[in-house]
T-cell receptor, first 109, second 116 residues
Framework: SQQGEEDPQALSIQEGENATMNCSYK?????LQWYRQNSGRGLVHLIL?????REKHSGRLRVTLDTSKKSSSLLITASRAADTASYFCASYNFNKFYFGSGTKLNVKP | GAVVSQHPSWVICKSGTSVKIECRSLDFQATTMFWYRQFPKQSLMLMATSNEGSKATYEQGVEKDKFLINHASLTLSTLTVTSAHPEDSSFYICSAGRGAGANVLTFGAGSRLTVL
């Protein structure tokens, strides 16, 4: 990808379990964001964390950022079947957004 | 909330023809729009940044004569795939920046192009 890698590439869990996905980026950032994509559709913004923040919460989502390691993680707690989608991190700097390689999450009911 | 409309959602064309994809911000003004290309099961590749009233900025390796971008108004950007070939078949997604500093993207639903 233009920006970096995400792992795992694919994750399959049972409903109710937590899902953790990780993202690495290559350049300095102003902020880092996570987006969700349902199959064959556009992306939906989930959460934004600024470069001077280390952790952020939004509902069942928890994002961490480690700028020294150029990495971020997204935790989805108490997953639901409706969370099944692909998740991408996106780094933002100098008015450009670059996306990671994505994690395909499958939540089994 | 902010809505971006992208049209057409899918298009099939013959090799050698040109195809235009429109991206409209419906309830906000977007001085900057972004065009991405996504191959099956892969990430989004930034093709170009579309700037209202000026030339688009293309990413390295993207042919500007092949992928023509026009951003004539604050609510409309267009991507024209010229002389399309089968290798241009892909999912094209536009997005517009919103929020303070326009640093959150609102995406269109994407356009699937198939070139026969």
């Amino acid at each position: 990808s233009q920006q970096g890698e995400e792992d795992p590439q694919a994750l399959s869990i049972q409903e109710g379990e937590n899902a953790t996905m990780n993202c690495s980026y290559k350049t300095s950032i102003n902020n880092l964001q996570w987006y969700r994509q349902n199959s064959g559709r556009g992306l939906v913004h989930l959460i934004l964390i600024r470069s001077n923040e280390r952790e952020k919460h939004s509902g069942r989502l928890r994002v961490t950022l480690d700028t020294s390691k150029k990495s971020s993680s997204l935790l989805i707690t108490a997953s639901r079947a409706a969370d099944t989608a692909s998740y991408f991190c996106a780094s933002y700097n100098f008015n450009k957004f670059y996306f990671g390689s994505g994690t395909k999450l499958n939540v089994k009911p | 909330g902010a809505v971006v409309s992208q049209h057409p959602s899918w298009v099939i064309c013959k090799s050698g023809t040109s195809v235009k994809i429109e991206c409209r911000s419906l309830d906000f003004q977007a001085t900057t729009m972004f065009w991405y290309r996504q191959f099956p099961k892969q990430s989004l590749m930034l093709m170009a940044t579309s700037n209202e009233g000026s030339k688009a900025t293309y990413e390295q390796g993207v042919e500007k004569d092949k992928f023509l971008i026009n951003h004539a108004s604050l609510t409309l950007s267009t991507l024209t795939v010229t002389s399309a070939h089968p290798e241009d078949s892909s999912f094209y997604i536009c997005s517009a920046g919103r929020g303070a500093g326009a640093n959150v993207l609102t995406f269109g639903a994407g356009s699937r192009l198939t070139v026969l």
